[in-house]
């Protein structure tokens, strides 16, 4: 009797162990796949562009469950898409500084997932580290995967990665020139 019991209660790890390891990695069509970012100041007026993947993954069940994933950005392909000419130079140059994302010292960013939470049918609520400027902060968001997809909204508080620049909390006297805390990435990926 003994035998049996330890060999039931132990069965449910073995399925456990064997279920862990057969994952199925997704590697993402960096050029198919979308970045879309937008900043805002607080007047309502917003700047808008692109940013594109260097390299990523999703981990999925067998089943097709998000389980986990890494992205890495390729911080030197910052582009801006509403503006032209010199201003769209002039901004693109400002967002390479230092001021903000300082790419000739931090030419990556990175998001790992850490907790991947189903939602419904095809939403996770997904928990991550992203490191900005070398900066690694936890952040959540909901994402949809379907079959070759996977997207999500992402609102990134700039300020927790050492962007300042502009931001009413650590300046004053900024009036109409002061820059919203938050940006915001629209990820639509491709496998």
Same mark, same amino acid.
Do not use: C
């Given at each position: 009797?003994?035998?049996? $019991? #330890?060999?039931?209660?132990?069965?449910?790890?073995?399925?456990?162990?064997?279920?862990?390891?057969?994952? *199925? =990695? =997704? &590697?993402?069509?960096?050029?198919?796949? +979308?970045?879309?970012?937008?900043?805002?100041? *607080? $007047?309502?007026?917003?700047?808008?562009?692109? *940013? %594109?993947?260097?390299?990523?993954?999703? !981990?999925? $069940?067998?089943?097709?469950?998000?389980?986990?994933?890494?992205?890495?950005?390729?911080? !030197?392909?910052?582009?801006?898409?509403?503006? +032209?000419? /010199?201003?769209? /130079?002039?901004?693109?140059?400002?967002? &390479?500084? @230092?001021?903000?994302?300082?790419? &000739?010292?931090?030419?990556?960013?990175?998001?790992?997932?850490? /907790?991947?939470? %189903? =939602?419904?049918?095809?939403?996770? +609520?997904?928990?991550?580290?992203? +490191?900005?400027?070398?900066? $690694?902060?936890?952040?959540?968001? @909901?994402?949809?995967?379907? /079959?070759?997809?996977?997207?999500?909204?992402?609102?990134? @508080?700039?300020?927790?990665?050492?962007?300042?620049?502009?931001?009413?909390? #650590?300046?004053? &006297?900024?009036?109409?020139?002061?820059?919203?805390?938050?940006?915001?990435?629209?990820?639509?990926?491709?496998?």
């Amino acid at each position: 009797m003994k035998k049996r $019991t #330890f060999f039931t209660a132990a069965a449910p790890v073995l399925v456990f162990t064997t279920v862990a390891f057969n994952t *199925i =990695k =997704k &590697n993402v069509d960096v050029e198919a796949s +979308t970045i879309e970012w937008t900043g805002k100041k *607080i $007047t309502g007026s917003a700047h808008h562009g692109t *940013i %594109q993947l260097k390299d990523g993954y999703l !981990n999925l $069940t067998e089943d097709g469950n998000l389980i986990g994933g890494e992205f890495v950005m390729d911080m !030197n392909t910052i582009k801006v898409t509403d503006l +032209t000419g /010199e201003y769209k /130079e002039k901004l693109e140059g400002h967002l &390479n500084n @230092d001021d903000f994302f300082g790419v &000739n010292n931090y030419a990556t960013s990175k998001f790992v997932i850490t /907790e991947a939470k %189903q =939602k419904s049918d095809d939403v996770y +609520t997904v928990t991550g580290d992203l +490191t900005i400027k070398g900066k $690694t902060e936890p952040v959540s968001f @909901d994402m949809t995967v379907k /079959e070759n997809t996977a997207s999500a909204k992402i609102n990134i @508080d700039r300020t927790k990665y050492g962007i300042r620049y502009g931001s009413g909390s #650590f300046f004053s &006297n900024l009036g109409d020139n002061t820059i919203n805390n938050n940006f915001t990435l629209d990820v639509n990926l491709k496998f």
